[in-house]
């Protein structure tokens, strides 16, 4: 048995050193990222756990990669050499939910939807959805600060985090934040987390906030022959003052590809589909918004007839990447620009893919003006791999120059370390570094991973 293996043992801690699982759970979602070869893998049932694994780390200098349902998409879950994988999503309690103080206080590996499914009794639930919203974790979504499709009008995953409790690097635990509506008692840690990539410690329980369901909420969707008509009515209806519950843009290569993955009458000779939806006075708010996607141009406005059909819309944005991974290898990239730039930004990445000979599918989170430019790649093929990074970099460069930011919500991980450096000024980055120093001295959290070693 090996030194760190042995010292597992001792403190404890079942590791499996089965080389194959340890290779199975070495990537994340994130495609074309090289992993590292772990060294162990442990599968923590509680903070116990977690404290003995970063005690024997910190004693053997070891890396550490937490991991959640390994969902990222930016390679932050992704092995490096010789590194302890560090699986906490079978700790996954609801440990309780406070109607009064509108809050759930949960494990780290409760599955997002989880949370609102157990909160639906008392009227509420959690809101930010990604996409992932079945298949991520609350310790991963608040470590990547995920967003997610409501919102646009709900905030993202930072907003709801009021309270952690984490293991740092030496083993300590430190709980921070608060479990009350207000609370301002020194630096803001539990924000420090969101956002964190693993990379400051391991969350081991969150206390979030709740809030009530909507009462009703209506569906729509505009069928655009240009997507830069459906841009200008992202603009135009956030100009407008409305306040929509979502607000998703889906293109027309994503139109086709989730046709042939399972046909619902999608328009396929559209150039995008704007999805609506209100929740708040929803009858006057989604004809707002019809008007205001009509002004735009839309070639057709139409309403879901019941919740199963605006489900089943809803459905088909969910599957959009699935979609896109049947036709080869899915760079995804995740940029946010100002909202006023979408239209301008939808037609220059359509001008990148043509200049690099790729295919790119736009869909976005529109009302945030977050993109996700899927840029589909034959991973045998040289070429079809370098022009297909070529774009990826493009798209980041575009979005930079418009003030925007190269993650709207993935986060940085392996993929976008030098673009964090070009993203934020030198003083910035070195208070990012002493940040880093300061809670990890060893340098054993996820290493490489947001900071450039
Ligand atoms: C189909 C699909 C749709 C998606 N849609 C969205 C979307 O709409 N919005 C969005 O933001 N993202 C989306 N994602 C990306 C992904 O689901 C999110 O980033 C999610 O938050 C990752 O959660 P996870 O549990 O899978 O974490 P992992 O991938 O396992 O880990 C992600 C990062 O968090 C760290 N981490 C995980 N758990 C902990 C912990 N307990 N303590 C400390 N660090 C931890 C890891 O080290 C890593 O850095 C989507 C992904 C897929 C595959």
Redesign the pocket.
């Known amino acids: 048995m090996s030194e760190l293996h042995t010292a597992l043992t001792e403190a404890g801690v079942r590791a499996v050193s089965d080389s194959d699982v340890i290779a199975a759970h070495s990537v ?2 994130a495609r074309l990222v090289d992993p590292g070869r772990a060294a162990a893998l442990v599968r923590a049932r509680s903070t116990a756990d977690v404290q003995a694994v970063l005690r024997v780390a910190s004693e053997l200098r070891v890396p550490v ?9 930016a390679g ?2 992704t092995a490096v050499d010789a590194a302890i994988l560090l699986d ?2 079978g700790m996954n309690e609801i440990l309780s939910i406070d109607p009064v103080d509108r809050i759930a206080v949960c494990q ?1 590996g409760v599955i997002n939807a989880d949370i609102s499914r157990a909160a639906a009794e008392h009227g509420l639930r959690y809101a930010p959805d ?3 919203w079945e ?3 609350i ?3 608040i ?2 600060a ?4 409501c919102c646009v009008k709900y905030g993202v995953t930072a907003e709801y985090v009021l309270g952690l409790e984490v293991v740092l690097a030496s083993g300590e635990v430190m709980r921070c934040g608060r479990r009350t509506a207000k609370g301002v008692a020194g630096y803001d840690l539990a924000r420090l987390f969101c956002g ?3 990379t400051l ?4 329980e969150a206390t979030v906030k709740l809030s009530p369901v909507p009462a009703g909420r209506l569906t729509l969707a505009a069928v655009f022959d240009s997507t830069a008509a459906a841009g200008r009515a992202v603009t135009a209806i956030m100009a407008a003052g409305a306040q929509p519950s979502l607000l998703e843009l889906i293109d027309d290569v994503h139109l086709k590809a989730l046709e042939e993955l399972r046909p619902m009458g999608l328009p396929t000779d559209a150039a995008a589909l704007l999805l609506a939806a209100a929740d708040g006075d929803p009858e006057a708010e989604l004809v707002e918004i019809e008007r205001l996607c009509a002004e735009a141009g839309a070639a057709e406005v139409f309403r879901a007839t019941d919740e199963t059909e605006a489900d089943a819309l809803m459905e088909s944005r ?1 599957s959009a ?2 979609a896109m991974e049947r036709l080869g290898t899915v760079l995804v990239d995740d940029v946010a620009v100002p909202r006023s730039r979408l239209a301008e930004s939808l037609d220059r990445i359509r001008a990148t893919a043509e200049r690099h000979g790729v295919l790119i599918g736009v869909i976005a ?1 529109a009302g945030d003006g977050n993109l996700h430019p899927n840029i589909v790649v034959d991973a045998g093929d040289e070429d079809s791999l370098a022009a297909g990074r070529a774009a990826f970099d493009e798209i980041l460069q575009m979005a930079l120059s418009m003030g925007g930011t190269v993650t709207g ?3 940085v ?1 392996m993929l976008k370390r030098e673009w964090l450096e070009r993203e934020v000024d030198p003083v910035n980055l070195a208070v990012q570094r002493r940040i880093k120093e300061s809670l990890d001295p060893l340098g054993i959290m ?1 290493p490489g ?1 947001v900071l450039a070693g």
């Open positions: 994340d979602h990669v937490p991991q959640g349902a390994r969902t990222g998409l932050s879950a906490v999503s780290p990604p996409g992932s298949i991520s974790t310790g991963g979504n470590a990547t995920a967003g997610g499709m964190s990539e693993g410690g391991v969350i081991t969910r990447l699935h989170h919500e993935h986060g991980g996820n991973k």
